[in-house]
């Protein structure tokens, strides 16, 4: 079956740092590759999605570019805030009624 | 105001009660699910439906079981509740293959 698997934290950085959470996937299809970030007494939001591979996608900041020759889908930022201090999660969405997600990356950003 | 609503936020029951949990979307979506997050904030999908018909039922206990009047609302019964039902369970829509909206999640503990 389908797996996602991401950088294991919690990872806690300092304000003004950059960001790096890994994220690797195995599916036999071809999937829409997502980021989501859950705050604290709050459901997942979507960050941004990529449904092709080959291209980037960006939002606040972060960015991801969906490689499928080595299926990884990698999120980066230059430099992180105290406000995205959060839950962040890797998933694949597949033509069906489903989203796989990584296990999660806890994200601690010190002022 | 467009969102997926669940209720109620927070329930806590004792072992062998049974609950219910409610969630309504005002989206438009076709297309409902639940998740389970656990105390290490793992995602698991637990049911979806697509026009008030089951399209996936992941390997869940039997206790567990969707409910679906139509197609903007989809609750969740636990019949005889155990200690390691003690989850968030998270509702969320889509269309199709679109992006998933979450609701805030309802937080249980069994005691």
């Known amino acids: 079956g389908d797996s996602v698997t991401q950088t294991e934290g919690p990872v806690t950085l300092s304000e003004g740092t950059s960001l790096t959470v890994n994220c690797s996937y195995e599916?036999?299809?071809?999937?829409?590759l997502f980021w989501y970030v859950q705050y604290p007494g709050e459901g997942p939001q979507l960050l941004f999605k990529?449904?092709?591979?080959?291209e980037k996608g960006s939002n606040r900041g972060f960015e991801a570019t969906y490689n499928k020759e080595a299926t990884s889908f990698h999120l980066q930022k230059a430099s992180v805030q105290e406000s995205d201090s959060a839950v962040y999660y890797c998933?694949?969405?597949?033509?069906?009624?489903?989203?796989?997600f990584g296990t999660g990356t806890s994200l601690l950003v010190d002022p | 105001e467009t969102a997926v609503f669940q209720t109620p936020n927070y329930h806590v029951t004792q072992v062998g009660n049974e609950v219910s949990f409610n969630c309504k979307q005002t989206?438009?979506?076709?297309?409902m699910y639940w998740y389970k997050q656990d105390s290490k904030k793992l995602l698991k999908i637990m049911f979806s439906?697509?026009?008030?018909?089951?399209?996936v039922n992941e390997t869940v206990p039997r206790r567990f079981s969707p409910q679906s009047s139509d197609k903007a609302h989809l609750n969740l019964r636990i019949k005889s509740v155990e200690p390691e039902d003690s989850a968030v369970y998270l509702c969320?829509?889509?269309?199709?293959?679109?992006?998933?909206?979450f609701g805030s999640g309802t937080r249980l503990l069994v005691i």
């Open positions: 969320a829509s889509s269309y199709w293959n679109s992006d998933y909206t």
């Open positions: 998933a694949l969405g597949e033509m069906g009624y489903k989203l796989t």
């Open positions: 599916t036999k299809q071809y999937p829409t």
């Open positions: 439906y697509n026009n008030k018909q089951l399209i």
């Open positions: 989206l438009g979506h076709d297309t």
């Open positions: 990529v449904p092709k591979a080959n």
